[in-house]
Nanobody
Framework: QVQLVESGGGLVQAGGSLRLSCAASGGTSSNYAMGWFRQAPGKEREFVVA????????SYADSVKGRFTISRDNAKNTVILQMNSLKPEDTAVYYC?????????????????WGQGTQVTVSS
């Protein structure tokens, strides 16, 4: 059983940056593709970005391309989401998820483990 814990959320002004971390325990993160999803109030959870097991392949939602960057350090069982040029519409709870497949997956149903989420609020 893999446990995922997100951190790094907070309140930031539009145009600012935040760095989210996802720490995995109870398993080896290199056995999983990892993804970030987000859910805003009153909206469904949506895909943000995902990265393959080895980190060589990534997939981004169009809304965050060029602003967000995902990376992973398998030695530390950690996945990082660097978010730059934040917009008020990025406000949401951000969730880290682990998927047993190799390639990054945009479908939340494919993910086996989820963290509790971290709140990101971007003020205008």
């Amino acid at each position: 059983q893999v446990q995922l814990v997100e951190s790094g959320g907070g309140l930031v002004q539009a145009g600012g940056s935040l760095r989210l971390s996802c720490a995995a325990s109870g398993g080896t993160s290199s056995n999983y593709a990892m993804g970030w999803f987000r859910q805003a109030p009153g909206k469904e959870r949506e895909f943000v970005v995902a990265i393959s097991r080895g980190g060589s392949s990534t997939s981004y939602a169009d809304s965050v391309k060029g602003r967000f960057t995902i990376s992973r350090d398998n030695a530390k069982n950690t996945v990082i989401l660097q978010m730059n040029s934040l917009k008020p519409e990025d406000t949401a709870v951000y969730y880290c998820a682990a998927d047993r497949t190799v390639i990054p997956n945009m479908n939340s149903v494919a993910y086996d483990y989820w963290g509790q989420g971290t709140q990101v609020t971007v003020s205008s």
